[in-house]
């Protein structure tokens, strides 16, 4: 029987930061995946570039059903902090938009500082472990693939269930509620969305087009870019607007002409200016050509702009700044960045992510229910939840 002070299950951003710190502080930690190897998720991140946190961490940045649950462990441990961290192992960094901090160079670094910070812990790493059960008689009883463990604490860090090729699994969700902990129904966030039979066809014969947008649900914005897929619609705007959906799946407005507002103006003004220029023309002026092309071909009638009626024109500026789009559904955890839902964070305390009722047991990173922004915020929950972890448990 192998016994520890802390067993962490899940060697992503959370429990790599965790096992690191508990170590640090003097305590036996062991850290388990079922991986081969740590950090798959953080290796993929950012095109290989890992956005690993960002400069403008806000808590209104984070969804939960407790909107003031992550504020605790983002004020604790900060974007500044990891900054510190990454600069004291000499990864160079730079802002690529919007805040974002993203490696010079690769994701790769990110994880083997994390793994130096678990060699200076005397963190025992042992992969190809696949964590089965856990019980309390006492101790944890922890059953693996390799056999048992017994800790005085065990920290799940095994994730959500978004990428389930990158080994996701429901572990930590089990878990929590044989331990009579709720959930917040798990769905897939920060994830493509599919067009219906209404939008199906147009959307898939523009597939790779992409463009700035501003992509809108009740009073939430995001501009950023967009991309047609063969499936419905993605990118940044889209992937950002998709967390803020209801799951029966609501409805979004595409705004083309990225918030200029200028829309009424453009078309009546390029009408009395240039009254001998196609539709088309114009609209290629603003927007990918294959998108304007497509406009003329299936939503307005093409022609001079002197024979199309002040109305018409209008009524298309109107659209191209509110395009409506109501998605069939979204392309479900195997292309979902992150998961909405997870652990209720009602069961965690939001100074140390202890578990109320449960001495000895945590829960960090995406397998509770805070979820954050494209752009650097989950991996800063990672950090601030595993760190506060690390220091309590
Ligand atoms: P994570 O999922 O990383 O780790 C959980 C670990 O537990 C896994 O290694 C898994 O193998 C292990 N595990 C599960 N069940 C187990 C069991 N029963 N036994 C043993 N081990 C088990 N965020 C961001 O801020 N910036 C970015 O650039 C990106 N980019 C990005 C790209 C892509 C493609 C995805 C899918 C996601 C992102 N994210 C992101 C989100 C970010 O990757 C994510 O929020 C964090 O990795 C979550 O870290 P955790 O440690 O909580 O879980």
Redesign the pocket.
């Known amino acids: 029987m192998i016994e520890t002070d802390i067993l962490v299950?899940?060697?992503?951003?959370?429990?790599?930061m965790c096992a690191a710190i508990a170590g640090q502080r003097g305590r036996r930690v062991m850290l388990?995946?079922?991986?081969e190897a740590?950090?798959?998720?953080?290796l993929?991140?950012?095109?290989g570039?890992?956005?690993?946190?960002?400069l403008d961490i806000q808590p209104d940045r984070f969804l939960s059903a407790n909107a003031h649950f992550a504020k605790s462990a983002l004020a604790r441990y900060k974007a500044t902090d990891f900054i510190a961290l990454i600069e004291r192992h000499g990864i160079a960094y730079h802002e690529k938009t919007l805040g974002?901090l993203?490696c010079d160079g690769s994701a790769k670094q990110i994880v083997a500082m994390l793994m130096k910070e678990a060699k200076a812990g005397n963190v025992d790493c042992r992969f190809s472990?696949?964590?089965?059960d856990i019980q309390k008689p006492d101790r944890f009883l922890i059953s693996?693939s390799q056999g048992p463990i017994t800790a005085d604490a065990v920290v799940l860090?095994?994730?959500?269930l978004?990428?389930p090729k990158?080994?996701?699994?429901d572990?930590?969700y089990r878990t929590a509620k044989r331990f009579g902990m709720k959930l917040i129904e798990p769905r897939p966030g920060?994830v493509p969305l599919t067009a219906g039979p209404a939008d199906i066809d147009w959307m898939r014969s523009i597939t790779g087009t992409a463009l700035p947008c501003i992509a809108s649900t009740g009073k939430r914005r995001f501009p950023e870019a967009m991309l047609f897929t063969h499936k419905g619609v993605s990118g940044p705007a889209i992937l950002q607007i998709s967390s803020y959906l209801p799951p029966s799946g609501g409805s979004i407005t595409m705004d083309w002409l990225a918030g200029s507002g200028d829309g009424r103006e453009w078309l009546l003004d390029a009408k009395r200016d240039r009254p001998k220029t196609s539709l088309k023309t114009l609209l290629a002026e603003r927007l990918p050509a294959r998108l304007a092309t497509l406009l003329v071909e299936k939503f307005v009638e093409d022609g001079k702009l002197a024979d199309l009626s002040d109305k018409k024109l209008l009524a298309l500026a109107d659209r191209l700044q509110a395009w409506p789009f109501a998605p069939d559904g979204t392309e479900g955890f195997a292309k979902?960045?992150?998961t909405l839902g997870g652990i209720d964070t009602d069961a965690l305390s939001s100074k140390t992510m202890e578990a109320k009722k449960i001495p000895g047991l945590y829960a960090?990173?995406?397998?509770v229910d805070v979820?954050?922004w494209?752009?650097?915020?989950?991996?800063?929950?990672?950090w601030s939840?595993?760190w506060v972890a690390g220091m309590s448990a």
Request: net charge negative; charged share 10%; with cysteine.
């Open positions: 299950i899940g060697a992503g951003a959370a429990g790599l388990v995946d079922h991986n740590p950090g798959a998720k953080i993929i991140s950012g095109g570039r890992c956005n690993f946190t960002n974002q993203f472990v696949k964590v089965e693996t860090a095994c994730g959500g978004s990428i990158l080994g996701a699994s572990f930590a920060l979902a960045e992150v960090i990173g995406e397998a979820t954050g494209l752009g650097g915020y989950n991996f800063q929950w990672a939840s595993g």
